[in-house]
């Protein structure tokens, strides 16, 4: 299926590795042009240099922390038209609900919220004049269903959530729609670091913390970054024209509800 999209040039946020990483290469497979970013330098420069080598796509690789706003102007001024813009950062740190202070959540608010939220600011307003734009967040299932140990997460994600859910719809007569991809576990870093502390917390090993997880997937196993990209992918293609202001949950079927 041809998704529409060779040519168009996207804004892929945290980028260098896991599920940005997915989105940027399935973007890239599809003849999307890429803006990259992620902190570490050297880490951006080969994902750019190894995307540019698979999908014979123009990439550009930004060293920026997008949670900031001196990292934000680095970006776009790095980023010439954007068609697609794909919000992500870091996730916060896990913890007890007694553990977080005010600037706690400043922090979970500033990367999680408020960065998505000043990005779609920068760029809409110039997709809807041209008439074509796509927006697609990377939050979490948290949104759907809390996660105990990511109170800020589950915090300053639902805060997007709302506010794509009412903007969504004041720029859907543009040709500009904005979606929200909602990962539960997938393989990547993050996942990692979260079963880690999950053993630590049961005092149990990594391996036995990472298996009562998985067991309680209806897959027995984590999604990849490829899934996970494609799905961005198709949120962009010219074929989801009419898909908007939704909350897409890719979990393998673990969050259980009818609707
Ligand atoms: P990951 O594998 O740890 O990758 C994170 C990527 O983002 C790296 O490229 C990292 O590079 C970059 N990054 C992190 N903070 C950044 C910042 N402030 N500015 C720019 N780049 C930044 O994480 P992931 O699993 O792909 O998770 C992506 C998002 O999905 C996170 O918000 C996470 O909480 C959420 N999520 C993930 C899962 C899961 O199972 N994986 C489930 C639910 C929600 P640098 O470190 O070099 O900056």
Not at 61 to 70: G, H, K, Q
Not at 146 to 154: I, K, M, Q, T, W
Not at 187 to 208: V, W
């Amino acid at each position: 299926m041809d998704f529409g999209l060779k040519g168009k040039r996207a804004l892929v946020c945290a980028s260098s590795k896991g599920l940005g990483r997915g989105c940027a290469e399935a973007l890239a497979g599809e003849g999307v042009n890429l803006v990259i970013n992620a902190r570490t330098e050297a880490d951006i420069e080969a994902t750019a240099q190894e995307i540019r080598d698979t999908y014979g796509v123009e990439v550009v690789a930004v060293a920026a922390d997008v949670t900031t706003e001196e990292g934000r102007e680095k970006l776009l001024a790095a980023c010439g038209q954007i068609d697609i813009l794909v919000n992500n950062a870091g996730g916060p740190p896990p913890g007890v609900w007694t553990d977080w202070d005010r600037e706690d959540f400043i922090k979970a608010l500033d990367a999680n919220m408020l960065t998505p939220i000043a990005l779609i600011k920068a760029l809409v307003p110039a997709m809807m004049e041209r008439g074509w734009g796509r927006v697609v967040n990377i939050t979490s299932r948290s949104v759907k269903s809390p996660l105990a140990p990511l109170g800020l997460s589950n915090s300053a994600r639902a805060g997007l959530t709302g506010y794509v859910a009412g903007t969504s719809r004041q720029i859907a007569h543009a040709g500009v729609t904005m979606n929200n991809l909602l990962p539960g576990s997938h393989a990547t870093a993050r996942i990692d670091s979260l079963d880690t502390n999950a053993a630590k917390a049961q005092n149990i090993g990594f391996d036995e913390a990472r298996a009562k997880r998985q067991a309680g997937n209806p897959m027995k196993r984590d999604g990849t970054a490829e899934e996970f990209g494609a799905a961005c992918a198709f949120l962009c293609s010219r074929q989801a024209a009419f898909i908007t202001g939704q909350n897409l949950l890719l979990d393998g079927g673990e969050f259980h509800s009818t609707l």
